[in-house]
């Protein structure tokens, strides 16, 4: 059975720096088509993040170029993303993801809140 727990969230100010860690089990990493962070905020939708595909390719959301990088993490079976330069309107629940064909995995969320 696949898990994807979320670590790493929390307070920090405008312009501070988290790392967020989504480790997997019951999987190698590798064996998914991608992984990658979705966020929602209140009263918005769920919004990818960045993603991370089998080959290593990556893209990221618009607003979050520049600031943020995903990245595989072996030894730890794990994905992490790197967040610089936050801003408050990064503040939102971010959730990891994992797809398999046509399965979906979704961890449970951690909370980031940027102060401005």
């Known amino acids: 059975q696949v898990q994807l727990v979320e670590s790493g969230g929390g307070l920090v100010q405008a312009g501070g720096s988290l790392r967020l860690s989504c480790a997997a089990s019951?999987?190698?990493?590798?064996?998914?088509?991608?992984m990658g962070w979705y966020r929602q905020a209140p009263g918005k939708q769920r919004e990818l993040v960045a993603r991370?595909?089998?080959?290593?390719?990556?893209n990221y959301a618009d607003s979050v170029k520049g600031r943020f990088t995903i990245s595989r993490d072996n030894a730890k079976n794990a994905v992490s993303l790197q967040m610089n330069s936050l801003k408050p309107e990064d503040t939102a629940v971010y959730y990891c993801?994992?797809?398999?064909?046509?399965?979906?995995?979704w961890g449970q969320g951690t909370q980031v809140t940027v102060s401005s």
């Open positions: 991370i595909n089998s080959g290593g390719s990556t």
């Open positions: 993801h994992a797809l398999r064909g046509g399965d979906d995995y």
């Open positions: 019951g999987r190698s990493i590798f064996r998914f088509d991608a």
